[in-house]
């Protein structure tokens, strides 16, 4: 499970204004069909006005929303048969950790956000496949490539807030900015409380996923392995390269144990099945000889023996 959140740019990806470029560029496979925390097949026209109007007291240059991208593996697609219904179950999920992730008590319902999900990939200028020369930079990659776009405004959800507000539940003055760029980790003085762990994160939208569907993830499937492969010492690479290879020994002998056991039942239950049709049929054979012959019947008399009175 891969958890991105791009960082600033031109073009696209540049946050300062309306998101109704990227939201226009998401439509390129389908048109419509985003959802949010509690509906489904939003319009895009709606996804702009609605994350486009979710500010207040942000500078104009400031961001205005942000986008998560959630790209589940191939593994994690088959495990769920890449269904529509429970990618978007995932979706909120994650995104009930990136609230949380915040560290400031909110939850997924504080948020504003919409989610798109797409099945194709192509291939961009920082893929080693296209800087190497294997493939065309825009061509589309092969195998399972469904992955998920989520635009989340940076306010938190303003008439949420106001609700809150009116009712005494809060007492701040603002609603909060939620930035998941921040370079802020955990902080619990100073003008900016909270922050965004992104490396959590990533961890988070993994157990999410593991707790959600049931998904038994191993160890070289998990985002601390392939970030310690990365960026870790030699010394904590060799230690979990170790643990990785005990738990695939440890997982072939599970498999090997559950085959024998199969086999075992297996053979238990065609044993039982011919002892039982065996038994079935011994009665019949039985039957059957138990049974008496039906009598001869009696030889005829001749006329000539018939008028010898023989046979009467």
């Known amino acids: ?25 998401l439509e390129k496979e389908v048109q419509g069909e985003w959802f949010s925390l509690d ?20 500078n104009r ?4 929303y942000y986008q ?56 961009g200028p920082t893929d080693r496949a296209v800087q190497v020369g294997e493939v065309k930079r ?6 399972e490539q469904t992955h998920i776009h989520v635009l989340v405004s940076r306010t938190e959800n303003l008439a949420r807030y106001n609700e809150r507000k009116l009712a005494g539940e809060l007492e701040r003055k ?22 965004f762990e992104r ?23 998990t985002f601390r392995y392939a970030h310690t492969m990365q960026h870790g010492t030699a010394e904590e690479c060799a230690i979990l390269q170790t643990q990785a290879l005990r738990e695939h020994h440890h997982r072939q002998a599970v498999l090997q ?16 099945s011919a002892q039982e049709q065996q038994s079935s049929q011994a009665p019949a054979q039985e039957q059957q000889l138990a049974t008496p012959q039906l009598e001869r019947e009696p030889p005829r008399v001749n006329r000539q023996e018939r008028s010898r009175g023989i046979g009467r």
């Open 174 to 195: 603002n609603p909060y900015h939620l930035s998941p760029l921040t370079n802020h980790k955990n902080t619990e003085r100073g003008v900016v409380t909270g922050g």
């Open 61 to 64: 240059d400031a961001d205005k």
């Open 1 to 25: 499970m891969i958890a991105k959140i791009p960082s600033a740019n031109n073009g696209l990806s540049q946050r300062s204004g309306s998101c109704a470029g990227l939201v226009g560029y």
């Open 257 to 272: 144990a559950t085959a024998q056991q199969v086999s075992a039942e297996q053979s238990q239950q065609q044993s039982a």
């Open 68 to 123: 998560v991208i959630l790209a589940p593996s191939q593994a994690e697609l088959r495990h769920i048969g890449s269904d529509p219904a429970k990618l978007r179950e995932y979706t909120r999920a994650a995104m009930e950790q990136y609230a949380a992730n915040f560290g400031k008590g909110i939850e997924g319902k504080d948020l504003v956000y919409f989610a798109k999900v797409e099945h194709e990939r192509t291939s």
């Open 39 to 58: 509906r489904e097949d939003v319009l895009a026209a709606e996804v702009t006005l609605t994350i486009d109007r979710n500010k207040r007291n942000l």
């Open 138 to 143: 825009g061509q589309a990659k092969q195998g």
């Open 199 to 221: 490396k959590q994160y990533s961890e988070r939208v993994e157990q999410a996923f593991d707790k959600t569907f049931a998904y038994e993830r191993s160890l070289t499937e």
